[in-house]
């Protein structure tokens, strides 16, 4: 059983779209959260979720808009997409917020043309 | 804030050879301590983790132990393989609820 699932895996678009990323967790955590991966491997937080409500967003472009309908998913929207914005984005939960394990999704990997 | 510093990579190894990564970290307060492993094509899963000082954490052959004195956390493996080649980060939780993550280090394990 898939814990943290994200889709799509690869997403190749041209500069100026708008596209979005899912995430799901069957894990019953409270907390989730969106990392942007570069090509240096790089680790940079950029959201978090807790029940719902934003409790992290770090300096991020206001194109980026993270959604959460329900604790269990959280979306990752991006408009007018930016060659800068091609890298690995991971989606990751937790049990609470100060819970110090995390558990992270495949990736997807975004390439903007 | 909290901060990860670990060891410039890529670490190219033969295989059984003995593997150290350092990591050490700055923080406030009594973070806990983490080793992720990133295989290529996936995401990060947690390798070991210790949450006080001098506790050592340990799984697949690898093990660290946390220092406070030194405040570091370095990972070691005695004789590694080529399935352990990989990325692996540093991490700590701890106060701040935002977690902070090294940079990584890539293991390149040649037969």
């Known amino acids: 059983d898939t814990a943290v699932s994200q889709t799509p895996k690869y997403l190749v678009t041209q500069m100026g779209n708008d596209k979005s990323i899912k995430c799901e967790q069957n894990?019953?955590?409270?907390?989730m959260y969106w990392y942007k991966q570069d090509s240096k491997k790089f680790l940079k937080i950029m959201f978090s979720?807790?029940?719902?409500?934003?409790?992290i967003n770090e300096t991020v472009p206001n194109r980026f808009s993270p959604k959460s309908p329900d604790k269990a998913h959280l979306n990752l929207h991006i408009n007018s997409l930016e060659l800068g914005d091609s890298a690995v984005y991971f989606c990751?939960?937790?049990?609470?917020?100060?819970?110090?394990?995390?558990?992270f999704g495949p990736g997807t990997r975004l390439t903007v043309l | 804030g909290n901060s990860v510093t670990q060891m410039e990579g890529p670490v190219t190894l033969s295989e059984e050879a003995f593997l150290t990564i350092n990591c050490t970290y700055t923080a406030t307060g009594y973070p806990s301590l983490f080793w992720y492993v990133q295989y290529p094509g996936e995401g990060l899963q947690l390798l070991l983790k210790?949450?006080?000082?001098?506790d050592k954490g340990s799984n697949k052959g690898f093990e660290a132990t946390y220092r406070k004195e030194t405040t570091s956390f370095h990972l070691e493996k005695g004789s590694v393989q080529v399935s352990d080649s990989a990325v692996y980060f540093c991490a700590i939780s701890g106060g701040s609820y935002i977690p902070t993550f090294g940079r990584g280090t890539s293991l390149i394990v040649h037969p």
């Open positions: 979720y807790n029940n719902k409500e934003l409790i």
């Open positions: 990751a939960s937790s049990l609470e917020t100060r819970s110090p394990q995390q558990f």
């Open positions: 210790a949450t006080k000082a001098d």
């Open positions: 894990l019953g955590h409270d907390t």
